[in-house]
Nanobody, 125 residues
Framework: QVQLVESGGGLVQAGGSLRLSCAAS????????MGWFRQPPGKEREFVAA????????IYAEFTKGRFTISRDNAKNTVYLQMNSLKLEDTAVYYC??????????????????WGQGTQVTVSS
């Protein structure tokens, strides 16, 4: 059974940093895309960042504007999201996602077959 388990969320002041981790188990995703999405309070889930399989190509949502960095450690079957210069509007539940097909549009939720349970990130003033 495939599981994605996020960690690293929490409460942080504006301008601070957090590093989210997502550990996958049950299968290897080294050749497949992994991504992060988020759902702000009262809003729909939106794309944050994604990284392709073996090539490690990364793409980001415009609102990250160089503040966020996605990376992966295939040996650990884990994807990370480093978030710096956090803003109040970054408050959301952050979800990890993993795909089992390639190539796929990395910004689309339908490209991912497995999802984590989400981790809360709250940015305070």
């Amino acid at each position: 059974q495939v599981q994605l388990v996020e960690s690293g969320g929490g409460l942080v002041q504006a301008g601070g940093s957090l590093r989210l981790s997502c550990a996958a188990s049950g299968r290897t995703f080294s050749n497949y895309p992994m991504g992060w999405f988020r759902q702000p309070p009262g809003k729909e889930r939106e794309f944050v960042a994604a990284i392709s399989g073996s090539a490690g190509v990364t793409i980001y949502a415009e609102f990250t504007k160089g503040r966020f960095t996605i990376s992966r450690d295939n040996a650990k079957n884990t994807v990370y999201l480093q978030m710096n210069s956090l803003k109040l509007e970054d408050t959301a539940v952050y979800y990890c996602a993993a795909g089992s097909r390639y190539p796929v549009p990395l910004r689309k939720e339908s490209s991912y077959d497995y999802w984590g349970q989400g981790t809360q990130v709250t940015v305070s003033s």
